[in-house]
């Protein structure tokens, strides 16, 4: 399955998430380009799906790792995450309880002991180069997905310095497999 390039992009502007840059811990956002639709729509929706649906064994190693070393400090396990919107009647899409979503976005996260985070998903037109390498603007549309943390004390920093570069890494793969795996699966 070929990967398709994922670049660093600016925080989006379009995104509800845009009041939280300034006051966040942490922020990043990477955008890869969706494949043609002709006059199909993508649905945010579908598109976490794809994104968080059939984790890699290394991924849900790491995710077990998280939880076992986490708890340690009494901070929430995945599952406790999950059985937890659950009970409050909140979707979640993989582990992440659903916090809103509009016809272009939608936003999961979690504010737990150590930290706050909110993660988005939004469709957009691709924004033009600033690299200056002669890309200009880009065909069809893409998505951005968008990470704010922020921290609560010692424990939150903590925890996001160590597990960054992993976040990072796990966006990235995860966002570079997206557009093979939307395909027709989400019609």
């Not at 893409?142 to 922020?150: C, R």
Request: net charge positive.
């Amino acid at each position: 399955m070929p990967l398709a390039p994922v670049r660093a992009v600016p925080y989006p502007n379009e995104s509800k998430l845009r009041p939280l840059y300034k006051s966040a811990y942490f922020v990043d956002a990477f955008a890869v380009p969706l494949p043609s639709r002709g006059s199909k729509e993508y649905s945010p929706d579908a598109l976490a799906r794809a994104l968080f649906g059939a984790q890699p064994a290394w991924f849900s190693m790491l995710m077990w790792i998280r939880d076992r070393v986490m708890s340690v400090f009494g901070v929430k396990s995945s599952t406790a995450i999950q059985a937890e919107a659950a009970k409050r009647g909140i979707e979640t899409i993989y582990i992440f309880p659903v916090i809103s979503r509009t016809e272009n976005e939608i936003i999961m996260g979690e504010n737990d002991r150590h930290l706050n985070f909110q993660t988005s998903l939004l469709i957009r037109e691709p924004q033009l180069s600033s690299a200056g390498g002669g890309e200009g603007i880009r065909k069809g549309k893409e998505v951005v997905a968008t990470t704010v943390v922020h921290c609560h004390g010692l424990l939150g920093k903590a925890y996001i310095t160590i597990i960054k570069p992993f976040h990072v890494m796990i966006g990235r793969y995860g966002l570079a497999r997206l557009p093979d795996r939307i395909g027709v699966k989400d019609d």
